[in-house]
């Protein structure tokens, strides 16, 4: 059975970096057949991708372009994981981040969610 | 970018009556090469992840309901709750993964009459 574990934390100040890690179990971050990615959801924007990284012979990312300029989200092989980072956040990116594996089938694996607070 | 818009966005439905809910895509989802939509539904509640209920936007995840159905192609497709249970209420959304940035509608709210 896979499964997410979201770690990081929950308060950040604006324009700092918000940083999360995703820790799998029961897969691999290095799969050919999946992706990794974040998500988050607030009350203005719904729920909105922010990108992903994946293994196809060798590394890809992929990112929203709202965050394009922030965001980067990177694979650690040797603790089976992954991570998202933000930079120079805002209020506006209050919000619960979300990790979740991709497959063909959509997103089947969620992790518990982090409730992230920009605030000084 | 592929734009999802659900319909409605809050929906009411006594006990035991059907729920449906419409996704249309400002571009079709419709893969010829494998003959796939590339559209799940996902079911939230408060303080849970998002759970994913239907792919290729009419298989059933294993362990979903059947009561639980999906229909359409292309750039119109529904969710459809056979007979609504207490358990069932939640916010619902549609989403394309056929091209990043993947998408999501902006969710329907639903309540029990």
């Known amino acids: 059975q896979v499964q997410l574990q979201q770690s990081g934390p929950g308060l950040v100040k604006p324009s700092q970096t918000l940083s999360l890690t995703c820790a799998i179990s029961g897969d691999s971050v290095s799969s050919n057949s999946a992706s990794w990615d974040w998500i988050r959801q607030s009350p203005s924007r719904g729920l909105e991708w922010l990108g992903r990284t994946y293994y196809r012979s060798k590394w890809y990312n992929d990112y929203a372009v709202s965050v394009k300029s922030r965001v980067t989200v990177n694979p650690d092989t040797s603790k089976n994981q992954f991570s998202l980072q933000l930079n120079s956040v805002t209020p506006e990116d209050t919000a619960v981040y979300y990790c979740?594996?991709?497959?063909?089938?959509?997103?089947?694996?969620w992790g518990q969610g982090t409730t992230v607070t920009v605030s000084s | 970018d592929i734009v999802m818009t659900q319909s409605p966005d809050s929906l009411a439905v006594s006990l035991g009556e059907r729920a449906t809910i419409n996704c249309k895509s400002s571009?079709?989802?419709?893969?010829?090469?494998?003959?796939?939509?590339?559209l799940a539904w996902y079911q939230h509640k408060p303080g849970q992840p998002p759970k994913l209920l239907i792919y290729?936007?009419?298989t059933r995840e294993s362990g979903v309901p059947d009561r639980f159905s999906g229909s359409g192609s292309g750039t119109d497709f529904t969710l459809t709750i056979s007979s609504l249970q207490a358990e069932d209420v939640a916010v619902y959304y549609c989403q394309q993964y056929c091209s990043t940035p993947y998408s999501f509608g902006q969710g329907t709210k639903l309540e029990i009459k």
């Open positions: 290729w936007a009419s």
């Open positions: 979740a594996r991709k497959n063909t089938c959509g997103m089947d694996v």
């Open positions: 571009q079709s989802v419709f893969y010829s090469s494998n003959n796939k939509n590339y």
